[in-house]
């Protein structure tokens, strides 16, 4: 599908004017349409529909996705890897969970971020912040003071 918006982009870049106008109406008028079916299948159908990657961007472009951005953003995180902090004005922001070595987070920051930009194509960055230690448990027995011993 990348390749296909890839084609329609770089055709547009070379096109005259008329084209592009043509082009233009053509989304209109299909973005109507969609709107239309949308509305007709209605909430359930439509989040169904929006689990294909072709049918996702097309809602998409047309302003029609069923999920919001965040709920979108957090399905696209893997369980357990970061944590969604912040979506807005089109940053992401992810808190990554503590994992192994250095050359491991790279990649797991990698592939989050191209999940995320799949997930939800209009976000412009996004950014990530590693969390702190783990907090320190200590046990409460240990804080007892014991009277009488020595």
Same mark, same amino acid.
């Given at each position: 599908?990348?390749?296909? &918006?890839?084609?329609?982009?770089?055709?547009? *870049? *070379?096109? *005259?004017?008329?084209?592009?106008?043509?082009?233009?109406?053509?989304? *209109?008028?299909?973005?109507?349409?969609?709107?239309?079916?949308?509305?007709?299948?209605?909430?359930?159908?439509?989040?169904?529909?929006?689990?294909?990657?072709? /049918?996702?961007?097309?809602?998409?472009?047309?302003?029609?996705?069923?999920?919001?951005?965040?709920?979108?953003?957090?399905?696209?995180?893997?369980?357990?890897?970061?944590? /969604?902090?912040?979506?807005?004005?089109?940053? /992401?922001?992810?808190?990554?969970?503590?994992?192994?070595?250095?050359?491991?987070?790279?990649?797991?920051?990698?592939?989050?971020?191209?999940?995320?930009?799949?997930?939800?194509?209009? &976000?412009?960055?996004?950014?990530?912040?590693?969390?702190?230690? +783990? +907090?320190?448990?200590?046990? /409460?027995?240990?804080?007892?003071?014991?009277?009488?011993?020595?």
């Amino acid at each position: 599908m990348k390749e296909l &918006i890839g084609r329609v982009e770089t055709l547009l *870049d *070379d096109a *005259d004017p008329a084209a592009v106008e043509l082009a233009r109406a053509l989304l *209109d008028l299909y973005g109507e349409g969609l709107s239309r079916v949308v509305a007709a299948v209605g909430d359930t159908v439509a989040v169904e529909l929006a689990g294909d990657e072709l /049918v996702a961007a097309l809602l998409l472009l047309h302003g029609l996705h069923p999920l919001d951005t965040r709920t979108r953003v957090e399905a696209a995180v893997p369980a357990g890897q970061a944590d /969604v902090v912040t979506v807005e004005d089109g940053l /992401v922001l992810l808190r990554l969970r503590p994992s192994g070595c250095r050359s491991s987070a790279a990649a797991a920051q990698a592939a989050l971020e191209s999940a995320v930009r799949d997930a939800a194509p209009e &976000i412009e960055r996004v950014e990530f912040e590693e969390a702190g230690p +783990p +907090p320190v448990m200590i046990p /409460v027995e240990s804080l007892t003071v014991r009277v009488g011993r020595t």
